[in-house]
């Protein structure tokens, strides 16, 4: 059943794979590696007592041979373009000369302790390799990157108990009549029984960030967007002392940019504007596009002397900056009006902030733009 189980999780995968297009997220290989450990499970089946035979040695490079597309399988998950089909090739053929050679001049139990010994190291350098990933590629997914070093480390540990028992008892050790054994292919079954739907949750929870990602931010700038503020805003309003001062940010003239130069032009001009503005405000503070060529940056935890430099350090620096510039334009300058609120500590406050903030962009407009209004 197992065999049926990883086998058919290979054709969900591949369908999966193709389903995502270009972006795979690792799901062939991990479509490979169940096929190769379903494979080496029937042959596991197929084969009789440890010792001498074709079927283990085919068995143990089929098994090497999943580790090494299940890794790759994650490492492209995290976006690494590994190669597959070449390594997954002379692993296997490599392996299973390499075992002909340890028999040959030592005997299967040295073959079998060689299996047990490149399995546990292998398992020990995914467990390494995750606990590293928390910090940097592995961050958004820490607690799922932590249950599965903890699996992938308990079946190493197995493996590194059985090595000492082949040394020790020789291939006596492998007898399933023994305690260890069943222990030990009771949990390999277990694993290789929670993995692939692990996979697939691993999958779903990526599209679904990624989904929430693209609600929460403008797909022109990458920043947030109305939405995606509030929701940013959430934690730090709960928090005690939370809040701070929310400056509005209007381009002036902007339809005139875009009736000269074309709207691609002013979207380029608007990307130009974000990165200015990235490099402007303080960091920890939010920037959100609010909608057109209208944006907002909160100054978190600001008073009013704080928030006011940081508004006057934008206008500055916007009007300094060439956004455009081309073979087939002059340099183009613009500058920015902004509107200061006062304080906001929770959601009520934070309406009223954004009504005073508009107001105060609205009097810098009509005082002749280019200035900072409160």
Known sequence: MLCVYLLSFSVLFLLISRRLGREKMGMDAFAAGNLALGAAYVLQLLDGPAGSSWLSVVNHAC??????????????????????????VALVLGYVAVQLLVEWAWGPVARYALFSAACALWFAAMVV?????????????????????????????????????LL?????????????????????????????????????????????????RDPLTRLLNRRGLTEALEPHLRRSGGGGRLLLIDVDHFKRINDR?????????????????????????????????????????????????????IRHAVASTVVLQGPDCEA???????????????????AKAMRVADAALYRGKRAGRNRVCE
């Open 332 to 350: 183009v300058r613009c500058t920015v009006t902004v509107g200061i609120s006062g304080a906001f500590t929770d959601e009520v406050s934070l």
């Open 129 to 165: 390799v995750l606990l590293l990933g928390l910090r940097t590629f592995a961050r958004a997914l820490r607690a799922e990157a932590l249950l599965l070093a903890a699996l992938i480390g308990g079946i190493g540990v197995l493996n590194a108990v059985k090595l000492v028992k």
């Open 261 to 313: 130069h074309g709207h691609q032009a002013g979207d380029a001009v608007l990307c130009a504007i974000v990165d200015v503005l990235r490099a402007a405000v303080r960091e920890g503070d939010l920037l959100c596009r609010m909608g057109g060529e209208e944006f907002a940056a909160v100054c978190l935890g600001a008073d009013a002397a704080a928030a006011g430099r940081v508004a006057e350090r």
């Open 63 to 88: 098994t090497l041979g999943a580790l090494l597309a299940y890794s790759v399988g994650g490492l492209r998950f995290f976006g690494r373009s590994i190669p597959l089909l070449g390594p997954l």
């Open 168 to 216: 020790k008892g020789g291939l006596a050790a492998l007898s399933m009549d023994g305690q260890f054994q069943v222990v030990f292919y009771v949990y390999m079954c277990s694993l290789a029984t929670i993995i692939p739907p692990f996979v697939v949750w691993l999958v779903l929870r990526r599209l679904t960030d990624r989904l929430r990602d693209v609600a929460a």
